[in-house]
């Protein structure tokens, strides 16, 4: 009887056009995943967003601190995710057995992106470094201009100003609460007044770094700096409360990052910055 089967050549070419068309689709399929985690995290700073500008309304319209106490303070230590949290209900909390004090770190919940590496270290969303005063370990009484809260009205472009993104892996097992502002962090060339506008240094920190265990962290290093890891785009949320994502290179530092106020401030009245 004659029987009818594949012959070897055959079955080699189904076997090839599958691994083609898995080559082909397996990309596709990646890119539709990390789009939907995407929007998930864009979705997050947009609802810390709204937090934050409740927040300003009910405080005098000024913004939170990045953190405070700790230290030689003599209080317990906070960051910015415990005082939005109440306008968000969202999120890792919990009350610190010490001080009795309800904490949140940014670690869990809506402070997450979904892609963010390390599903343990805190941090992961920044605020601005410079508009969010830093108030940790700073003596009662301290009052020189990176710590004083910082109204509304200070800000010229709300529009146009970065006030939350998402940050690299640091490179320790916590996570810093801000992203880096300043002038030197962002551009390779500077000049005073500003002649040019870039992002050229911070985009060298658009990484994740393993934590090497020492419990320390590069300043301005990749936990400082936004990351791009949703297919080249970043989210963002800016200080009139809209939020987006940006393409790697987009944010450029004297149009959407540069602030006058706080330490940046001082160094402006006393003439020599921005460089």
Same mark, same amino acid.
């Given at each position: 009887?004659?029987?009818?089967?594949?012959?070897?050549?055959?079955?080699?070419v189904?076997?090839?056009?599958?691994?083609?068309?898995?080559?082909i689709?397996?990309? /596709?399929f990646?890119q539709?995943?990390?789009k939907?985690?995407?929007?998930?995290?864009?979705?997050?700073?947009?609802?810390?967003?709204?937090?934050?500008?409740?927040? /300003?309304?009910?405080y005098? =319209?000024?913004?939170?601190?990045s953190?405070?106490?700790?230290?030689?303070?003599?209080?317990?230590?906070?960051?910015?995710?415990?005082?939005?949290?109440?306008?968000?209900?969202?999120?890792?909390?919990?009350?610190?057995?010490a001080?009795?004090?309800?904490?949140?770190?940014?670690?869990?919940g809506?402070?997450a992106?979904p892609?963010?590496?390390?599903r343990?270290?805190?941090g992961?969303?920044?605020?601005h470094?410079?508009?969010?005063?830093?108030?940790?370990?700073?003596?009662?009484g301290?009052?020189?201009?990176?710590?004083?809260?910082t109204p509304i009205?200070?800000? =010229?472009?709300p529009?146009?100003?970065v006030?939350?993104? =998402?940050?690299?892996?640091?490179?320790a097992?916590w $996570?810093w609460?801000?992203?880096?502002?300043?002038e030197?962090?962002?551009?390779?060339w500077?000049?005073?007044?500003?002649?040019?506008?870039g992002? =050229?240094?911070?985009?060298q920190?658009?990484?994740?770094?393993?934590?090497?265990?020492?419990?320390?962290?590069t300043?301005? $290093?990749?936990?400082?700096?936004?990351r791009?890891?949703?297919? $080249?785009?970043?989210?963002?949320?800016f200080?009139d409360?809209?939020a987006?994502a940006m393409?790697?290179?987009?944010?450029?530092?004297?149009r959407n990052?540069?602030?006058?106020?706080?330490l940046?401030?001082?160094w402006?009245?006393?003439?020599?910055y921005?460089?």
């Open positions: 009887m004659n029987r009818k089967a594949f012959t070897l050549i055959e079955l080699l189904v076997i090839a056009i599958i691994a083609i068309l898995a080559a689709l397996f990309p /596709v990646s539709a995943r990390e939907a985690r995407g929007t998930t995290c864009l979705s997050n700073l947009k609802q810390i967003g709204l937090g934050v500008m409740m927040y /300003v309304q009910d005098d =319209e000024t913004f939170p601190m953190q405070y106490g700790g230290g030689r303070t003599g209080v317990p230590q906070q960051a910015w995710y415990s005082v939005i949290w109440p306008y968000i209900k969202n999120g890792d909390r919990y009350r610190d057995p001080t009795g004090v309800e904490q949140s770190w940014g670690t869990h809506i402070f992106c892609s963010f590496p390390d343990n270290q805190s992961k969303y920044g605020c470094y410079d508009v969010f005063a830093d108030y940790w370990n700073w003596p009662v301290g009052t020189d201009a990176r710590h004083r809260v009205s200070a800000l =010229e472009t529009a146009e100003k006030m939350i993104t =998402e940050k690299g892996v640091n490179d097992f $996570g609460v801000y992203f880096g502002t300043w030197w962090d962002w551009v390779d500077i000049g005073r007044p500003p002649q040019r506008d992002a =050229e240094r911070a985009l920190r658009d990484c994740d770094l393993v934590n090497d265990g020492d419990g320390s962290a300043w301005a $290093g990749c936990g400082m700096m936004p791009y890891r949703h297919t $080249g785009t970043a989210n963002v949320v200080f409360g809209h987006k393409g790697r290179g987009q944010i450029l530092w004297y990052i540069f602030v006058p106020v706080g940046p401030a001082q402006v009245s006393e003439g020599w921005p460089y």
